[in-house]
Nanobody, 119 residues
Framework: QVQLVESGGGLVQPGGSLRLSCAGS????????MGWYRQAPGKQRELVAR???????AYADSVKGRFTISRDNAKNTVYLQMNSLKAEDTAVYYC?????????????WGQGTQVTVSS
């Protein structure tokens, strides 16, 4: 049984920072591609950032230069450091783990954590 548990969300003022964590358990291994997605009210879920097992990263244009994704394979944990937060970053953030060879078969999601950016 695979589980992804997110933490670190909350309320922050514009310009502030938050660090999200996603701890994986079960058969998640270091080869999995890990990612953060977000979904704002009335909008589709969108990719925020991804990191491969080898450490290659990709970011949405809207967060480049402000967010940093990283992973600790020994802890099966992926992080999202979010700086210079804006109101438009408000959303539920979801962690994703996807097998690089068989993504259709092994694709897992966390329950989500709310991030609210407001003064």
């Amino acid at each position: 049984q695979v589980q992804l548990v997110e933490s670190g969300g909350g309320l922050v003022q514009p310009g502030g920072s938050l660090r999200l964590s996603c701890a994986g358990s079960g058969s998640i291994s270091s080869i999995y591609d890990m990612g953060w997605y977000r979904q704002a009210p009335g909008k589709q879920r969108e990719l925020v950032a991804r990191i491969t097992g080898g450490g290659s990263t990709a970011y949405a244009d809207s967060v480049k230069g402000r967010f940093t994704i990283s992973r600790d394979n020994a802890k099966n944990t992926v992080y999202l450091q979010m700086n210079s937060l804006k109101a438009e970053d408000t959303a539920v953030y979801y962690c994703n783990a996807r097998h690089p060879i068989r993504p259709g078969r092994y694709d897992y999601w966390g329950q989500g954590t709310q991030v609210t950016v407001s003064s």
